[in-house]
């Protein structure tokens, strides 16, 4: 794909296969013996989630969720809104909320409070990419993929206008753009 709005390489593609498989070995030796509710947080973590689970060993479950949070292009503002909740319950399960990025931190701050709620037996968070520089709030973050720089990311499944989201590698999001 040639495109100008396509910036420097913030994470090769063969660098995030390999990291995955590390978190999958991972969280199949932390949740052993156990099986894993993962929730996929749309539309951005498709591709991580789907990639995450087959490097699972381990019996586990999927359901997705969608949120909307409310501000400009490139901010959050922390107030959300659930598109798609979760057909099924929680309760007395252990979830691992898979997200593509971690930005502010404000809208995975609703869903930990929003899924705590709903009495799961353990809950956790598995993020792909976080930006430390951004983070607005502490968010115990158990497994991270890279952490990159406050740059706008795009690529496998970070979209910008839902565009971007097919490529196989992060990259940042040009200043041309």
Do not use: W
């Not at 087959?54 to 999927?62: F, G, K, N, P, T």
């Not at 057909?87 to 252990?94: G, H, K, N």
Request: aromatic share 8%; charged share 25%.
């Amino acid at each position: 794909m040639d495109d100008a709005a396509i910036g420097r390489t913030l994470v090769e593609r063969d660098d995030l296969a390999a990291r995955i498989r590390e978190l999958g070995v991972q969280i199949s030796s932390d949740y052993a013996g156990r099986e894993l509710f993962l929730v996929g947080v749309l539309k951005g973590a498709v591709f991580f989630v789907a990639d995450l689970m087959r490097s699972l060993e381990l019996d586990c479950a999927i359901d997705f969720m969608a949120v909307a949070s409310y501000g400009s292009s490139t901010d959050s503002s922390g107030v959300v809104r659930i598109l798609k909740d979760l057909d099924a319950s929680i309760e007395d399960r252990d979830v691992l909320i898979v997200e593509d990025i971690v930005d502010s931190g404000l809208t995975l701050s609703y869903l930990l409070r929003t899924l705590r709620a709903r009495n799961p037996a353990s809950l956790e968070v598995c993020a792909l990419l976080t930006k430390p520089e951004r983070l607005k709030v502490e968010l115990p973050i158990r497994y991270v993929g890279f952490e990159i720089p406050n740059e706008f990311a795009i690529g496998y499944g970070l979209d910008h206008g839902e565009r971007y989201r097919n490529l196989p590698y992060v990259a940042a999001l040009s200043d041309g753009a």
